[in-house]
């Protein structure tokens, strides 16, 4: 989708579609993690319901461009991660969006996470657009030495922050850090 793709980066590889611009402020932690991971990613609004040309060109044609993972995110009747995940031969990510159309976000999770069988979308939390972006970056580092340690480092800090803390919490005592 050379002449229709959102903001581009040089030979992207992971690709973040939404339904609307209005998922675009939880769907932004995705490109926020890959970015920190040092990994190319295209961000674009292609919508299965209003668009639905312009996604099945997507579908068909993401691999044919480099992409390797696509991570996909709506909210309410939430078809495009599985429409997405039905044409292209891809790994897809669905991020369950709780939006303006949602009842309670229970909605976009069961439409995106209950597909059948031969038809996979690796579901996340509602909203988690930043683990769809850790998980698409795991997946990029099967095959990639330098992202693999940045995921490794990436995971360190995350066990070191939390050791940290607890070891602040066991000598100072919890009340000190109520917030
Ligand atoms: C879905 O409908 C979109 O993914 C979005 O989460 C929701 C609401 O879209 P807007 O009405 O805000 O454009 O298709």
Redesign the pocket.
Known sequence: MAKSAGRKTSHPIVSII??????LKIMKDAAEILEEFGIACEVTIV????TPERMLDFANNAHTRGIKVIIA????????PGMVASISPLPVIGVP??????IDGWD?ILSILQMPNGVPVATVALNAAKNAGILAAEIIATSDKTILQKIITYKKNLKDTVIDKAGQIEKEGYKKFLK
């Open positions: 939404m339904g609307s611009d209005s998922d919508s299965a319901h209003r995110g709506a909210g309410g009747a939430a078809h495009l969006v709780k939006s303006s159309n949602s976009s």
